[in-house]
């Protein structure tokens, strides 16, 4: 293909990208395909001619599009959200476009420095603790992983190297694989399933603590879990603290659990993958109070900051521990402006993969074009509409609410034992009107409604309800006794 025909090309794919997000509302938001559906739609080998990419773009519609899940859909509130707009979904393109790797500063000057740049402007955003930021003099630093999970692996590997380095400073004799074998790490049964595949990944067994009726961490479960463990000859060495947890968007007490991890030495991970965005509100900034005891913290703009997957920004107090945890030089790698400005790290000891995309370009790009004042209105929009289906919850005597509103989650039941509940979600997930996903808080199963969209409006608030009600209400009538 050459540069003519990817102008047409691009410019026709523009247009279908527009075009889809126009019209998404309109289709169903969940497809009506069986598993396997796509066998026989495409052939079983590749056919030796190549196709003209007219025919291929036009087969996005027959081929693609009956097994899509339209994530974009103001009609999508099941997990979180799959950030999109369209200024990130440019950055994506030039970032593809340029096709440039930046492992190391000198691989691309331009990879490290933006992403610098991007996550101290966005660690001022979300006021973050200033040791958190790149400084001179100072260690601290941010990075841009692919996903919450990745940067919850990254944090255990330099929790890991921390405790063992400093074990075997202090002790004489001591020996690595037995302070290894000994590691264990914490967090609350409200924490993502990542947590506990880093736990897995990084070989640290990670104790799943009960959380308490909030669906918190409570510090003193937390530190009594530490000290039967050293009693028992372990070594505590990581806490996951949930910032927005995935069930219900709770938030573990960062002032009462962090003092816990000071006092022991152990590091603490502040997992923010949806709810971090929020602290660049006046109104939340008092939940950055407790990041103070923090050793590192993420959040993912790919989830409630537009800008595409994937993209989560994570940040670390004393970078040297990600450094020394996880360098593996090789002469091909070395370069004559190694170390020379803390501005200018080499970011592939700072992540699992050698290779990395140009992800900052698409936080630039996406940052510039809505400003302090468009992030936050957008951010305000979606709470408000959370705000305005909590508010059907709560005035229809069918429903209750399970903990109140967070963010953009809420989280409802129908009153009464779990079937009906259930029963109802069938209903909605049968019918593919709107997607939620169930969960349990406090032993109950509740339904998740999340704002996901850019798209949404009040109008699919209405339309949500409207639905969730009219089946509810033949489940409550097939039910009577
Ligand atoms: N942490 C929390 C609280 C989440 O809700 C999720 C996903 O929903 C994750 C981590 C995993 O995020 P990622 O897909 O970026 O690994």
């Not at 691009?10 to 069986?34: F, M, Q, T």
């Not at 598993?35 to 196709?51: C, F, N, S, T, V």
């Not at 040297?320 to 970011?347: E, M, T």
């Not at 709560?394 to 509103?405: A, G, H």
Request: with cysteine; aromatic share 8%; charged share 25%.
């Amino acid at each position: 293909m050459d540069s003519a025909q990817f102008r047409e090309f691009g410019k026709a794919a523009v247009d279908l990208i527009a075009d889809y997000l126009d019209n998404v509302r309109d289709r169903s938001v969940l497809p009506d395909v069986e598993p396997g559906y796509l066998h026989g739609l495409i052939p079983d080998r590749l056919p030796d001619k190549g196709d003209k990419w007219e025919d291929v773009l036009a087969d996005v519609e027959k081929t693609i599009m009956p097994g899509m899940t339209h994530w974009q859909s103001p009609r999508c509130h099941a997990y979180y959200p799959a950030a999109s707009s369209y200024p990130s979904i440019i950055g994506e393109m030039l970032a593809a476009g340029f096709g440039n790797l930046g492992f190391s500063w000198i691989t691309s000057p331009v990879c490290t420095e933006l992403e610098v740049a991007m996550m101290n402007w966005l660690g001022k955003l979300l006021n973050l603790p200033e040791d958190f930021l790149f400084s001179e003099g100072g260690r601290g630093g941010g990075v841009i992983q692919g996903s919450a999970s990745e940067a919850t692996v990254i944090a255990l590997l330099a929790a890991k190297g921390r405790t063992i380095r400093k074990i075997c400073q202090n002790t004489i004799n001591s020996n690595e694989n037995d302070i290894r074998a000994k590691l264990v790490g914490y967090t609350s049964d409200q924490a993502n399933s990542s947590v506990e595949k880093a736990g897995l990944v990084g070989s640290m067994p990670i104790r799943i603590l009960p959380s308490n009726e909030k669906g918190e961490l409570a510090a003193d479960t937390l530190q009594e879990a530490v000290e039967v463990d050293i009693a028992n000859g372990l070594i505590p060495c990581f806490v996951v603290a949930a910032f927005g947890s995935t069930g219900t968007c709770s938030i573990d007490d960062l002032e009462s659990i962090g003092p816990v991890c000071n006092k022991f030495d152990i590091w603490l991970h502040v997992d923010a993958a949806y709810a971090g965005a929020a602290l660049m509100l006046p109104e939340y900034k008092h939940l950055a109070a407790g990041l103070k005891y923090a050793d590192s913290f993420d959040f993912n703009l790919h989830k409630w900051l537009l800008v595409n997957f994937d993209c989560s920004a994570m940040w670390v107090k004393d970078s040297s521990h990600l450094v020394q945890s996880l360098s593996v030089d090789r002469i091909y790698l070395k370069h004559q402006r190694q170390g020379q400005n803390p501005k200018a790290p080499d970011y592939m000891h700072w992540q699992i993969a050698l290779g990395r995309r140009f992800r900052a370009l698409k936080v630039w790009i996406t940052l510039r074009v809505y400003g302090v004042d468009g992030l936050q209105a957008f951010l305000r929009k979606q709470i408000d509409l959370a705000l305005q289906f909590s508010e059907k919850v709560k005035n229809d005597p069918r429903f209750e609410l399970s903990v109140p509103p967070r963010m953009g989650l809420v989280c409802f039941r129908l009153k009464g034992e779990d079937d009906v509940t259930k029963m109802l979600y069938d209903r909605l997930m049968a019918r593919r009107k709107i997607f939620t996903v169930i969960a349990t808080a406090q032993n109950k199963l509740i339904i998740r409604f999340c704002i996901n969209s850019q798209l949404t409006e009040k109008k699919d608030i209405e339309f949500a309800w409207s639905e969730i009600s009219e089946q509810a209400m033949i489940v409550l009538n097939n039910n009577e006794p």
